[in-house]
């Protein structure tokens, strides 16, 4: 499916170069003199490599045409994520490079979708928001301004992320999947 270049998204799935590719960040500039253009940050769903591409707002950019299914993860092993159909009762395993970070946020029973392409999978994608604990975190530095300092915080699962100064040890946050930001505490 034919798009234009203003539309492209981050997360989304298009052909370009004989290759399919996931946007990563993506730029819309409109400069004072020239064109409109997207600048895309992408990255190769099979070669595993990553492109900088410039789009003039006025090209055409072709969408992969993907079927989209929903799972639920039951379980991980150490080179494999598992997950079930709820309709069909059938289960697939993809390798933990598929997802990358983001396995860490998997939990029992978490309805993901999985994209594939010929009946091949290709990526899982997340809900946009999921709950975590914090497990550590720095002590506040006193003076510090709330409105531009974060500190490192250490999720239950492993992962690292950036939060602001009022957010302790055991606090329940919500971390925005896409980006892998800090959202909102609970």
């Not at 045409?65 to 989209?68: K, Q, T």
């Not at 396995?103 to 993901?112: P, Q």
């Not at 992320?161 to 329940?172: A, H, K, M, N």
């Given at each position: 499916m034919k798009i234009n270049a203003t539309e492209i998204r981050v997360g989304m799935i298009?052909?370009?170069?004989?290759?399919?590719w996931e946007v990563m960040k993506t730029n819309h500039v409109k400069p004072g003199k020239g064109g409109a253009f997207a600048q895309v940050e992408m990255k190769s769903l099979i070669k595993n490599t990553k492109l900088n591409e410039r789009f003039r707002s006025s090209e055409t950019i072709e969408k992969a045409?993907?079927?989209?299914i929903k799972y639920n993860f039951l379980y991980m092993d150490e080179n494999d994520f598992y997950f079930m159909n709820p309709q069909t009762f059938?289960?697939?395993?993809l390798n933990k490079n598929i997802l990358g970070?983001?396995?860490?946020?998997?939990?029992?029973?978490?309805?993901?979708?999985?994209n594939f392409y010929n009946e091949k999978p290709l990526n899982v994608t997340l809900p946009n928001q999921i709950t975590c604990k914090i497990d550590?975190?720095?002590a506040t530095i006193k003076g510090q301004t709330v409105s531009s300092s974060y500190k490192p915080a250490t999720l239950n699962n492993g992962l690292n992320?950036?939060?602001?100064?009022?957010?302790?040890?055991?606090?329940?946050v919500v971390v925005d999947t896409r980006t892998m930001d800090y959202v909102k505490k609970i």
């Open positions: 298009i052909e370009h170069k004989d290759d399919l045409s993907l079927d989209e059938e289960q697939i395993n970070e983001k396995g860490k946020l998997l939990t029992e029973n978490l309805e993901v979708s999985i550590t975190t720095d992320i950036q939060v602001p100064p009022f957010i302790e040890s055991g606090d329940t």
